[in-house]
């Protein structure tokens, strides 16, 4: 038997098995209710109504504080001698890796081909909205991690939830918590399984087989993307050796380079057709509130919008907390304020990017995915660059594939945390889990995209509902943990250090 068969035989029960499973899944999660012309799903407005909530609550801080959070980011109010593992920059950037890669790239190409042009205004809503949702769970990831004899640290909701209820509630709260928290991290483990794992490789693959040979080359072939899923295996498997600090090493230089090359090409797609933005920014704002010609209408295109940008930025999953708690700080608001930054380095600007050059370059394969052709997102995303750029294909194959390992590293180190809560912090248990994890990023590129997107939203939005309970109920801690950050950095204006015992400068000018 032929190497190329046996792939083949692989490509089939992988996703013969999957395939049946991702529907099924899919339709109890996205239980919609009618409204209009179109059906509503009630896990969508769950992530919405966090995010108005929760932007009314703390006043608008994703405005407020923007510049104080890049301030934090700079190192303008590190602490010398502070409990973690990185600083401020490698703890977003990390995170960052989780959230910028193929949801920028191929989300937003679905999110436009399935709702309209008017899914980008939604997104952008969504994005920020989503900042302020985003600095209340890393507040908590912050103020309730495990910090470990080895000098490493744990955090996520699968810590914050049992041990902030208890603070709140006593024993009830804890019963309460720990269900919760497990909850959340089984359906981490999923989504960084079919988000962060197989779509990111399944996306890479896709982008290296067109760019590659095209469909007649060796790389489309299954014996090519068995080949190309061994190798991307091995790689993972080697960084999540290293733990955190590897991962951030990695991630600290790939992100900030490749999101710089990404949108540095946007904008020369963008500016090659400058008299084109006036017009397209006009189509966006009508097809939000107009969306002819999309199923569902206006909805349609808003809950699509809403869906990839969730997916993109993550805000309300709990899994950025998990990246942000390693942070060296003894305030949790001030990498929650860091953390507020994530929706809209990855939503407002790189997504908005990817939907205007899509817009402004409309190529002919977002005309036909429109119509209901089944076009990979990437390949979209690629065209509308070709069109300006033809050889810019090849130097966004790099970037897919920059993206995609950064965001398998980050959940690779998200799905341990998760992991380890469920199973056990020992060495056999981590190696156990990095060994199962590598393995799984074979099969991403032997899945359908459909599939894929359908499980990784699935988990998504389950997580959603058992973090955020733990959000709107722990909400007064964080703010809590603001006012003393804040008084903190009034402190170190005014020139206060903290004193030899560690207090803060708040305690100190009492």
Known sequence: MSLDSISTSIDDAVGGFFEPVATKVSEVVFYAVPVGDTELPIIVAWLVVAGLVFTTWFGLLQVRKFKLAFDVVRGKYDEEGAAGEVNHFQALTAAVSGTVGLGNIAGVAVAVSIGGPGATFWMILCGLLGMATKFVEVTLGVKYREEHEDGTVSGGPMHYLPKGL???????????????AALASVMILFFGLFGGNLLQVNQSYAQIASTVGGEDGFMSSSAGALLFGVVISALVGLVLLGGIRSIASVTSRLVPAMAVIYIVACL?????????????????????????????????????????????????????PIAHSAVKTRHPASEGLVALLEPFIDTVVICTMTALTIVIANPASWAEAREGESIGGVTITSDAFATVLPWFPHVLTVAVLLFAFSTVLTWGYYGLKAWSYLFGKSRA???????????????GSLLSLDSLISLADSALFSLAVFNIIGLYLLAPVVKRELDSFLTFVRARKAGTSEDETGKEPAEALN
């Open 268 to 320: 020369v797609v963008i500016g090659a057709n400058v008299t084109a933005v006036p017009d397209a920014f006009q189509t966006i704002v009508k097809g939000a509130f107009e969306a002819e010609g999309v199923a569902g209408g206006v909805i349609g295109a808003l809950i699509q919008g809403f869906k990839r940008a969730a997916f993109s930025n993550e805000a309300g999953l709990g899994s950025a």
């Open 429 to 443: 248990s981590e190696i156990t889990f990095k060994a199962v994890w590598s393995v799984f990023v074979i099969a």
């Open 166 to 180: 208890a603070e709140r509630f006593g024993k009830g709260g804890k019963r309460a918590g720990s269900v919760l």
